[in-house]
C-alpha cells in the first residue's frame, strides 16, 4: 500500500493558462474523489468517479473544470484558463465502495494563481 | 441539502489540557459519520468512521461519541500534546463527503 499520491505538490501559474493535476489512488479503491479546500474551510467537493464512470459533478464547478479517470486508474483534474479564484489546495482520495469506508487521502497540489 | 457545522472554529489549549469539539449533521437520512485529523503539510488521516446511534471509538488518547437521533457528535482529547495541534474535521458521506468547517486545535508546551 502506497498511499495515495498526487503530482505537482505545488503549482504557480499566471491567471488564463491551463493545469492539470494528476492523482494516483490506492490500487485496489474504485472510488476517487477531487476535493478543493481553501483557507479556513473544509474540503468542498468537486467530483468523484466510480472505476472509470464519473459519478457526480458539484454544480459548483464550471466547465473550465474538467476530470478523467479512463482506466479506473489513475485520474487527471485539469483547469483551463485558470482564475484568480482557483488558487487553492486540491485534494484527492480514494476508497473502498461504501460510505462507511474511511477515504485515503492524497498530500494535495497547491496551486497558485499569479 | 446536506449541512455539516463544526464548533468551535479554533481552540487554543495548554499542554496536558483536555478538550472537545463538536459536529453536527442532519440526524434524518443518517448513514455515517467520519473524523479526520489533518496535520500542516501532511494529507488528511482519518480517525473513525461512526455508524450506530451511542457508539463511542477510541484510538490513544482522543475518542469520540454519536448520537444520530439529535445529529451529533463529539471529539475528545484527553491531555493535549503539542502533536495534536492540527485541524480536526468531520464529515458525512453522500456519495461523497459533505466537510464540515474544520475545528484548529493548537496545543501549547
Known sequence: DTGVSQDPRHKITKRGQNVTFRCDPISEHNRLYWYRQTLGQGPEFLTYFQNEAQLEKSRLLSDRFSAERPKGSFSTLEIQRTEQGDSAMYLCASSLDSGNQPQHFGDGTRLSIL | ?109
Not at chain 2, 500542516?40 to 482519518?46: G, L
Not at chain 2, 471509538?57 to 495541534?85: C, F, V
Request: proline share 6%; net charge neutral.
Open chain 2, 1 to 109: 441539502i446536506l449541512n455539516v457545522e463544526q464548533s468551535p472554529q479554533s481552540l487554543h489549549v495548554q499542554e496536558g489540557d483536555s478538550t472537545n469539539f463538536t459536529c453536527s449533521f442532519p440526524s434524518s437520512n443518517f448513514y455515517a459519520l467520519h473524523w479526520y485529523r489533518w496535520e500542516t503539510a501532511k494529507s488528511p488521516e482519518a480517525l473513525f468512521v461512526m455508524t450506530l446511534n451511542g457508539d463511542e471509538k477510541k484510538k490513544g488518547r482522543i475518542s469520540a461519541t454519536l448520537n444520530t437521533k439529535e445529529g451529533y457528535s463529539y471529539l475528545y482529547i484527553k491531555g493535549s500534546q503539542p502533536e495534536d495541534s492540527a485541524t480536526y474535521l468531520c464529515a458525512a458521506p453522500w456519495g461523497k463527503l459533505i466537510f464540515g468547517q474544520g475545528t484548529e486545535l493548537s496545543v501549547k508546551p
